[in-house]
Nanobody
């Protein structure tokens, strides 16, 4: 079973930056896609940004474009999330995800984040002064 292990969370002041890392238990090319999600207090889990392994396409939630960026290092099976200009409302648990089943093809109306089916345990990000 695929393991996804996140790290890099912690306490940061408003306006600060963090880079989260996620090491996958296998080559990233084995999966249809990888991505990052978060769950903030009182809200459902939401997709931040997801990356398709087939064509390198990237989906990012409108509300987080410009501040959050996904990237990967295939050599180390690691997916990153660079987070800049953090705000207190960004506080929450951040999860790495992968799409491991199906064909990886998107149905009409689906985003890359909609096909993720495996999540890590998460890492806590706290934005506070």
């Amino acid at each position: 079973q695929l393991q996804l292990v996140e790290s890099g969370g912690g306490l940061v002041q408003p306006g600060g930056s963090l880079r989260l890392s996620c090491v996958a238990g296998g080559p990233l090319l084995n999966y249809h896609g990888v991505g990052w999600f978060r769950q903030t207090p009182g809200k459902d889990r939401e997709g931040i940004s997801c990356l398709g392994m087939r064509d390198g396409s990237i989906y990012s939630a409108d509300s987080m474009k410009g501040r959050f960026a996904i990237s990967m290092d295939r050599a180390s099976n690691t997916v990153f999330l660079q987070m800049n200009n953090l705000k207190p409302e960004d506080t929450g648990h951040y999860y790495c995800a992968a799409a491991t089943t199906g064909t990886g093809r998107l149905s009409r109306g689906q985003s890359l984040c909609d096909i993720m089916d495996t999540w890590g345990e998460g890492t806590l990000v706290t934005v506070s002064s």
